[in-house]
């Protein structure tokens, strides 16, 4: 298939980059309104208890939590003040006319709430519920939080909640993209220069990520239209879009020149280059489609949404890779070289690699020491893991976001002067029938007993501490009950995303409910234990996902057995020693002055490790397969271990290396974003990935395969059956007719 690829590519080159360009201007059409249709949020599981009560009190009691929330402080004197009174009913009556808005209440309306109202009378809320999913709710917020927010009569108002965080994440994540991409693509473009040698050829890479990025956004935007995805995924989109591009073009163009150099026609390097580096291409790009898809088993679209992106920006890449590409460089033939930078030092360079580059010094040094290296750098790395075994995991919230961001300030303001609403307390519903007026006081009264419950409020009256301490107000049973059940209101001030709020909500989910009923429990505490037990539910068939498909993959690539299991080990060691460095950093709060400011809150989001983890181990797996397709193919031609990998070492470490470093160079960027999971996923993926480039494959694959030594290449007879029907056997190409014709057969394996 690749050789008729790369012969289509020689002889309808012009044909394919026509065809190729208008599917670029078709896709970008597509692609234009992406960030209209994508969302922020996605961190719930929409099957879940909590998130199934969430629905019932919507849709049957027309509550629900409120997830916009406006700040209202007065410049001078207190919101009690006629002037700041006025403002504040004024701003409940606008906010209740908006289109969108479900229920509002505020401290100046009806009877005044203390609860509404800061201790110290300096701030007042106004709590709002918008009607719709993330997405209708997320655009009434675009569209009411400019009409409200800002200065009004000397009264500052600013908006936060849920949704209106979501929103405000979703346009951050979006500026703060444009800005990164304004500072890494100028000096990617350099080092492309660079790392290529010449002007033209680092404009492939650029023309493959076009492909890869556009493409992706397409393929965005049309699931978009019949499912939620999250904006976040944009950044995988760009980075690893890019990152592939180079990573796919490097190794084609660098393979074209080395035939190109051996005094091979252009149609004779472009078919070779096809079917040895197009061919590894090709099957790397499955292990990186398949550590990305299995996102896709989460329940949450926050995952997914990665998913979505990961598998497009992958099939994009390897189309414009070895489709696109090839035809550029029929196009283009000897000119590939032109605007050289390099064009003198290759011609001093020999074409074959040679005893005294540095990755073959490299190798043939660690080979000689293997013990003392594994010791070493596996010390090395258990520091860096050592804090991973201490991590504590939360759910994004607005603490996630730039300290000054309003949504920021109103939840900063609601911890310190609003505890009560800070922890947003429990909803419990009582679904079935409706249950008597003893059978529902009596479950009132058990659930405030529990520890972190202040009060509970329901139709029959308000209880604490196991006893009631209030008569229902006017209005309580039609608001608390209808037809088929009932719902109560659990005050606490307990934080959700802790081991307390965890224990509070396994408590009240152990009480047995009326006759008849089925207690489901939402809130803030609740949805957390949902999504971890989602998340914890769904993570080992991820992980067999990825392992079992990882180790197939690999054997068909290599016919061995040890290499799959030695790569899957070294990446779970290098991948569990970056978790550890994002503790130290993020939960821990060390090195701030390094990677922007950011609010410490003892944890890390839950679902960052996950994404890191399939991303991490996807680009591992990528530059795995680029080493062992070189290291293969001089074991086949020599039978000699040692030799194959101070050969594949030298043939590729300068590619993994260069590669890593520019795809590390755009999540790197992302480290200024105003974002904390994107921060810790560009500081995580940028360290992951240069340790491994250079710590994994240069120091741990060598030392390895050299103790390894023949076992290495060792299957047992059926495996070696299969893998001789099924596998991907590294032909090594033919010498070109300038050469001597010595026909060698391969050589029987080495004795080393």
């Excluded at 107000?473 to 709020?501: I, L, R």
């Excluded at 395969?705 to 099924?726: D, E, H, I, Q, S």
């Excluded at 056997?729 to 080495?750: G, V």
Aim: proline fraction near 5%; include cysteine.
């Amino acid at each position: 298939m690749l050789s008729r690829l790369a012969s289509l590519a020689v002889h309808r080159r012009r044909l394919v980059l026509i065809l190729s360009t208008v599917g670029f201007i078709l896709i970008t059409a597509v692609s234009g309104p992406v960030m209209n249709v994508l969302s922020a949020g996605g961190y719930t599981d929409p099957d879940a208890e909590s998130s199934v009560a969430s629905d019932i009190l919507e849709d049957r009691f027309d509550t629900g939590e409120p997830d916009f929330i406006l700040l209202v402080t007065p410049r001078q004197g207190t919101v009690d003040d006629p002037e700041t009174a006025r403002v504040g009913r004024e701003l409940t009556e606008e906010l209740r006319d908006q289109d969108g808005v479900a229920s509002v209440t505020s401290y100046w309306s009806g009877r005044r709430s203390a609860d509404l109202r800061a201790e110290d009378r300096k701030a007042a809320l106004v709590l709002a519920r918008l009607s719709g999913d993330d997405t209708r709710a997320e655009k009434t917020a675009k569209k009411i939080a400019p009409k409200l927010t800002g200065e009004r009569d000397g009264v500052r108002v600013v908006s936060g909640g849920g949704t209106e965080a979501n929103r405000q994440a979703s346009e951050r994540v979006e500026k703060d993209l444009l800005r990164a991409e304004g500072v890494a693509v100028p000096i990617t473009l350099v080092l492309l220069v660079l790392v290529f040698g010449s002007g033209m050829a680092a404009l492939l890479p650029l023309a493959v990520a076009g492909v890869s990025i556009v493409g992706s956004l397409a393929l965005l935007t049309v699931i978009a239209q019949f499912a939620p995805v999250s904006v976040f995924a944009t950044n995988l989109t760009t980075a690893l879009g890019l990152g592939l591009a180079i990573d796919y073009s490097l190794f084609i163009v660098s393979r074209y020149r080395e035939e190109r150099g051996k005094g091979r026609d252009n149609a004779t390097a472009l078919r070779i280059s096809m079917t040895t580096a197009g061919r590894t291409v090709l099957f790397s790009s499955l292990t990186v489609l398949l550590s990305l898809a299995a996102l896709l088993v989460f329940p949450l679209y926050y995952l997914t949404s990665f998913a979505y992106a990961g598998i497009g920006v992958v099939l994009f890449a390897v189309l414009g890779a070895l489709v696109v590409l090839p035809a550029l460089l029929a196009l283009i033939g000897d000119r590939i070289d032109k605007f050289d930078l390099g064009a003198a030092l290759r011609r001093r360079r020999k074409p074959e690699a040679t005893e005294d580059g540095f990755w073959h010094r490299l190798a043939t040094g660690v080979m000689r020491r293997p013990w003392p290296v594994l010791t070493v750098v596996l010390l090395a790395l258990a520091v860096l893991v050592a804090p991973f075994t201490q991590a504590s995991y939360g759910l994004p919230d607005d603490r996630s976001m730039a300290k000054d961001a309003d949504a920021a300030v109103v939840g900063q303001a609601l911890r310190e002067d609003f505890p009560s609403l800070a922890g947003a307390g429990l909803d419990i519903v009582l679904d079935g029938r409706l249950p008597d007026d003893r059978a529902l006081s009596g479950y009132a009264q058990r659930v405030s007993r529990v520890a972190g419950i202040e009060r509970v409020d329901t139709a029959t009256g308000s209880f604490a501490e196991g006893r009631q301490v209030a008569p229902p107000v006017p209005g309580a049973e039609k608001a608390f009950t209808d037809g088929k059940g009932a719902w109560m209101s659990a005050k606490t001030e307990t934080e959700p995303y802790s081991e307390a709020g965890e224990k509070m909500v396994a408590d009240v989910r152990g009480i047995s409910p009326p006759s008849g009923t089925d207690a489901k429990v939402a809130g803030l505490a609740a949805g957390y234990v949902d999504t971890m037990d989602a998340l914890l539910a769904a993570l080992p068939y991820a992980l067999l996902i990825i392992g079992v498909l990882t180790f197939v993959l690999l054997f068909l690539f290599t016919g061995s057995v040890l290499i799959p299991v030695k790569a899957i080990v070294l990446n779970l060691l290098s991948l569990t020693a970056t978790f550890g460095a994002m503790v130290f950093v993020f939960q821990d709060g060390h090195l701030r002055w390094l990677v922007g400011d950011f609010t410490v809150t003892g944890q890390i989001d839950v679902t960052t490790p996950i994404l890191m983890f399939c991303i991490i181990f996807g680009l591992s797996m990528d530059y795995e397969v680029f080493l062992l397709s070189r290291i293969r193919e001089e074991y086949d031609r020599t039978g000699d271990n040692t030799l194959a990998v101070a050969h594949g070492l030298e043939s590729t470490g300068r590619l993994i290396t260069a590669a890593a470093g520019l795809l590390a160079l755009f999540f790197i960027a992302l480290i200024s974003a105003g974002f904390t999971p994107v921060k810790i996923l560009g500081l995580g993926t940028a360290l992951a990935i240069l340790m491994d480039a250079a710590v994994i494959r240069g120091l741990l694959v060598p030392a390895f395969m050299r103790l390894a030594g023949r076992a290495n290449w060792w299957a047992p007879a059926p495996l070696r059956t299969v893998y001789r029907k099924f596998g991907f056997h590294h032909e090594a190409p033919p010498e070109p007719a300038t050469a001597q014709a010595d026909a060698r057969e391969p050589a029987q394996p080495a004795a080393r």
